[in-house]
């Protein structure tokens, strides 16, 4: 009998951000040759690792066609060079991609099936727009199962305003204005670099190195975002300012059982405490990490009080400040996003999660007071998911 | 710089391979100036260097020199786009070279730009060899002070000698210096002589001719990553095949000695390209390198401007184009599938077809004799060879199985009803062929393809007794028929475009070049080679010493003398040829009694104990010679010789050419290259035909105009 075990985030890796589109930085880049590049980077910081025992590669991509079809969990791990005697599978939970392949392989180790595995995801929203190529049922509309301005996430976001009028654009802007302000921070303070794998790139101006994220405005100030346009209604507020723009990049980590971490030397940078999805109405899918998060702290047998640290996914501003406010937690607290998020870094759909569980790890590097972390992020259709870690340096203290 | 808008002016329409630059920050924070090559086409187009190419490098050179004063810059380095670094120089134009001074200027232009990856950015440079990388494309990394390569890149190689001149920009004298002397002469000159051989990456590196290797996967990543390294000091770049004081003093002129031997054994001393190179490795030992650069400069323009170079372009344009385009053949589309061979025959050559047909069509190959004892031996013989395959790792477990599962034998010809191509390679008897096909007819469909291998009989006779004579071609192999390139496609007056395609469509897929000719005895190439080789025994016959034959056909540089050769395809063969020839020309073709008795006794060339050629005439041999003098013979002088043999050939040419055996002069050579190996250097037979003056002797006239021949 396979025996069930603790499971560890034992490292994450990502790429470098583009900003989606002809003028980004991937442009001319592959979508499986950026989640290859990211696995490669990968394995070469943990040499511990003989790649042989890798039991499965799950890699998230919402548009699985093209260069991420294929069954790109499979491809990339050939590609990559992981020995062929190891399997790779597909996910697709749109923006909660990468978070449901670390979801499903902690699960398959959490269960005694499976010693380590490689979970990650990718979205080249240049070569791959939203809905690309999608056929919505018909009965969607001629039931009115869900209103058709659900499918445009920005409309969601604006629905999320109607419904919570205390949560302003103004407090959008300044969301928006502070993770700029974070996440230069974090840069200037060289937080963010050492988990980027550099990706060669190719223009017509011949090849260059992709160093770092592209989308940030470090220049951005209030009275600038108020001058942006609201794309998806008149006098909207949903703006470029408090939205996350469209981006291309890969992200991946390797998750292990804790003992079989321990015995070949990997070590442990989280230890996956819970998780959980949920699913709201799709006209407000913003509002799905809080459902989600009270399934995960309940599996946990914890309160939101015991979460020393947040990394929540900023698809929108609005849509953070929903889960912030509905636990009552203050727009500025620290302990949220401390180097900043998707608003400034980009939001690659179905390769963010892994994103947030990277910095959460390093910023439990930095914390040995803290001892429980959450990632959490909304989905398309109305759904979201989180994940609680716990915190290895945790040295007791406040919580 | 020198003034090269003349060269510039040679192809204003030259493809331009530009370069492009990007600065990129290393993890150190140091500052990398990368250069990509790129000519804006895809990988079917390679970026080649072209004069405008050079002179923008150059240009872009200056600049980084510049910004590297100003501490912009930390290091240059230079790749290219995807899959290619490049194809080495642009030869598109050679032929248009009006003279040596032009082709002096190309060699400088090279050494003027390359050269300034060496030493004069005041910043190190590296390479990057991110794909193929040919000729002066190896330059651009042997002129760099670092270079990495990717171990997937297609091909690496200077192939100049190969194409009868010298790696002018800088490899003659660079790479000896860093991969020491005898790695230097294989690369420069085994490799181009043995078929253009190609290195692998791997051998790139165990060369060192490369510093790093590194994956395709991430190949620019870690090459940027190990430049940083290098830079920062804690990579430290060794090279072990470095040459040092001693190989300089004592291993040096001794490896140019004996690579001087080998070749004078294995092509003569008529070929200048490969005795330049050696010149020019010789004085790389201790020159310096202005110095080296300046002889290579004076060698390239020697040899662009000269006759075998022209040539040499000639005979490759004609291997790499226009044998992959053969002149005369039909729409491909009219080609019939074939699903299944039958090949009559189960003795040695049947084999060795079956065995090419399975490995490249991959379909049912049934094989038949007389007998089951000789079939079962047929089909255990190819089995025996894909098993060989098998243990040399040249195919997989599961494709030995394949192959073997489709090789089959009968005696019973109806197991051949369901065969769209037929070959026969039973004895060279007309009746014989006759017989076999009319056995095979009564089976197959009406329109599947009956191919003979003869090489003597006419192949329209072979099909006269059947009823549907317009689906036979001949099929002429060339001895090993594994690894000789060409195929002479025989059509006849009746031959349709349908069956005339399967077998052009067929050829190609057996991965040979086909060459289309008439129904005309010995086709092409064996009827210059009766011309010759009736020409030498005739010689001998008259009391010619057989060295001063092998003296008076030396000046063509063929790649063995007619008696080796003789020794070669055999005496009894080679005796069948003059008489069949003879038979059909007999004021043209000498027969050779001599020849059959030389055949009878078997022996011509001295051999040892091991019957290793000694390089002597058999002394049995002589004697039988002389027993065939007429009185009035008389003996030949080798100039003499040379003259009848050089007006021969081109009086047979020129009549083969009239005959419209072939659809041009072009065709002739390309046969002559790929079936009999005749050099490059005289352009299969043609360029040197008219060189030498023998077309105008003949027919007043000459095979090209103009004349494929240097300026200088």
Redesign the interface.
Known sequence: MAERSDVVFVDGVRTPFGRAGEKGQYWNTRAD?LI??AI?GLLERNPNLPPERVDDVAIAATTQTGDQGLTIGRTSAI???LPLSVPGFSIDRMCAGAMTSVATIGSMIGFGQYDIGIAGGVEHMGHHPMGEGADPNPRFLAEKLVDPEALNMGNTAERLHDRFPSLTKERADRFGLRSQQKVAAAYAAGKIQPDL????I????????A?QDEGMRPETTLEGLAMLKTPFRPHGRVTAGNASPLTDGATVSLLASADVAKDLGLGAKMRMVSFGFAGVEPEVMGIGPIPSTEKALRKAGLTIDDIGLFELNEAFSVQVLSLLEHFGIDDEDPRVNPWGGAIAIGHPLAATGVRLMIQLARQFEERPDVRYGLTAMCVGLGQGGSVIWENPNFKGGKR | MTDFSKLVGLDPDEVVTHSYVRDITLPSGKVLALITLDNGRDHTRPSTLGPATLLEFSGVLDGLKTRAAKKEIDAVAVTGKQFILAAGADLSKVSEIPDRETGLLMAKLGHESLGKLGGYLGVPSFVYTNGLALGGGVEIGLNADYRTIDSSAAAIALPEVFLGIIPGWGGAWLLPNLIGIENALEVVISNPLKNNKVLKPHEVFDLGMADAIFGPANFLEDSLKWTDGVLTGKTKVKRKNEPGKIERAVKWDVAIGIADKMLASRIGRVAKSPYQALELLKAAKNTDKKTGFAAEDEALADLISGDQFRASIYAFNLVQKRAKKPAGAPDKALAQKVTKVGVIGAGLMASQFALLFVRRLQVPVIITDLDQARVDKGVATIHGEIDDLLAKKRISADEANRLKALVTGTTDKADFADCDWVIEAVFEELGVKQQVFADVERYISPEAILATNTSSLSVEQIGAKLKNPERVVGFHFFNPVAVMPLIEVVKTPKTTDAALSTAMVTAAKLRKNAVITADTPGFVVNRILAKLLGEAMHAVEQGTPFETVVEAVRPFGLPMDPFVLLDLVGLKVGAHVLDTHHGAFPERFFESAALHELAEANVLLEKDGKGKPTGKIDKKAIAIVEKHRPKDAKALTAEELRLRVEDGLADEIHRMLEGKVVEAAEDIDLCLILGAGWPFQMGGATPYLDRVGASERVFGATFHTPRIVGVA
Not at chain 1, 202 to 209: D, H, M, P, R, T
């Open positions: 040759d290859v590049k490669i590609l990559a060079g794998i550099p990706v060669a190719k223009s017509e101006a011949g090849w260059g190195l160093t």
